[in-house]
């Protein structure tokens, strides 16, 4: 999967030293309603390839989105908190760019000296940039001379900062970040320890069901949970009351269900859930078996029993991969089931990855982030790995590696 990407570190060293690089991460960080940073995982998660750069002697130029702005400048969405935070981060000062592009920038640019650091605004805050507009790519690979993608949460993107630009650099790479990622994925879906157990959770069935069959050909055991469970129920005649029902695939449930069956895989669905009789925190909350859930509630978490049943299915993994909570756990009342299953995969022997934006959140609260094989910083773009797709990052590196000046492997004759 990741093998005929070239990285920063397979780069020649005379190739690199002393250059100015345009590194493209995902600075997407969640901010509170005063403009501070909640969490800072994506920022920290990028250093080892900043500090190599900078080892090197390198100039670095960093370029990020902050939310949607829909193309146009939105003050609260500017990265400067992000700027701050890095400049801590990295014990030094960090140029933080009123703009992308344009004349000012171009001249920060010009004259950056060696191990400087500069931060660019929003890229989103140019409708160039999700549009995947050559123009606009053409204007930020100006800014140096080699480009570094270590963004992978946004590499299933095609996007002008992610896609067109590689056109525009005669050297572009990967970073350590988006290798890592890589790496454990290939570790656990295309030559994983078994039995390979994954878990996928969250609201819709829309958003996973690429997943779940490719998933189908390669995992041992299958675990549903969250909303999207009740579409597989609601496939088997059960009631579902109120219960998130995309009632356009209860049969592509069915035939989901039916594929376990041909295929060998053990497909495990919540038996008792955690219903409330309104989406409110403070709503009646009962414990029901799943055949007997109310025509006027809805089922928020799974139950006690269901927590107990997927600790026994994965408690013989050796690989583990899980996407989406169990339910609603930003409301406390419905939290438990997804805690209680972060409680039981970090205490695993298995290699565990974890992937996407809620579970990453719900992992973090819970303080087991050091009990995880690897967090994950994609939530989009480990979705479609799953799906089997390539991401364009990926995809746009590999056109790259075949001509880049790579460092001569040892023992290779000359």
Not at 70 to 93: F, I, M, T, Y
Not at 119 to 137: C, H, I, V
Not at 265 to 274: E, H, N
Request: proline share 4%; with cysteine.
């Amino acid at each position: 999967m990741c093998m005929t990407i070239t990285y920063i570190d397979d780069l020649n060293v005379r190739d690199i030293r002393g250059k100015k690089l345009l590194i493209r991460v995902d600075f997407n960080v969640p901010m509170d309603e005063s403009g501070n940073i909640i969490n800072d995982l994506r920022i920290r998660s990028i250093m080892p390839t900043l500090n190599y750069a900078l080892d090197e002697g390198c100039s670095i130029i960093l370029m990020s989105h902050m939310g949607r702005p829909g193309g146009k400048r939105v003050e609260n969405l500017s990265l400067e908190p992000v700027a701050r935070r890095l400049s801590r981060l990295l014990n030094k000062d960090v140029i933080m760019a009123k703009d992308c592009i344009g004349v000012q920038v171009q001249e920060l640019s010009d004259l950056m000296r060696p191990e400087e650091v500069m931060l660019l605004e929003n890229l989103r805050f140019y409708p160039g940039e999700t549009a995947n507009d050559d123009s606009f790519a053409r204007e930020l690979a100006a800014l140096a001379d080699i480009y570094i993608n270590d963004a992978f949460a946004v590499s299933h993107r095609a996007h002008a900062s992610i896609d067109a630009i590689t056109k525009y650099f005669d050297i572009a790479a990967g970073g350590f970040l988006l290798r890592k990622e890589l790496n454990y994925f290939e570790r656990a879906i295309e030559n994983p320890a078994r039995p390979l157990v994954a878990i996928l959770g969250g609201m819709k069935v829309t958003d996973k069901l690429a997943a779940l069959e490719n998933m189908l050909e390669r995992v041992d055991k299958l675990i549903i949970g969250g909303a999207m469970a009740f579409t597989f129920l609601a496939s088997m005649g059960y009631e579902t009351g109120k219960s998130l029902v995309e009632r356009d695939l209860i049969d592509r449930a069915g035939s989901i269900i039916e594929s376990c069956r041909e295929k060998g895989v053990k497909l495990y669905l919540p038996v008792d859930a955690v219903i409330a009789n309104r989406f409110d925190e403070k709503a009646d909350t009962r414990i029901v078996p799943v055949q007997e859930i109310p025509k006027d509630w809805m089922a928020m978490d799974i139950g006690p029993v269901t927590t107990h049943l997927f600790g026994l299915v994965i408690q013989d993994a050796k690989t583990i991969i899980w996407n989406g909570p169990m339910g609603v756990f930003e409301m406390n009342a419905f939290s438990r089931g997804t805690y209680a299953m972060i409680s039981r995969v970090a205490g695993s022997y298995a290699l565990t990855i974890v992937g996407g934006g809620d579970t990453d959140v719900a992992v973090m609260n819970a303080g087991e982030l050091p009990n995880i094989s690897y967090l994950s910083t994609g939530g989009g773009a480990f979705i479609e790995l799953l799906e089997g797709k390539k991401l364009p990052a990926v995809a746009a590196l590999e056109e790259k590696s075949a001509s880049a000046p790579v460092k001569e492997k040892k023992g290779k004759k000359k």
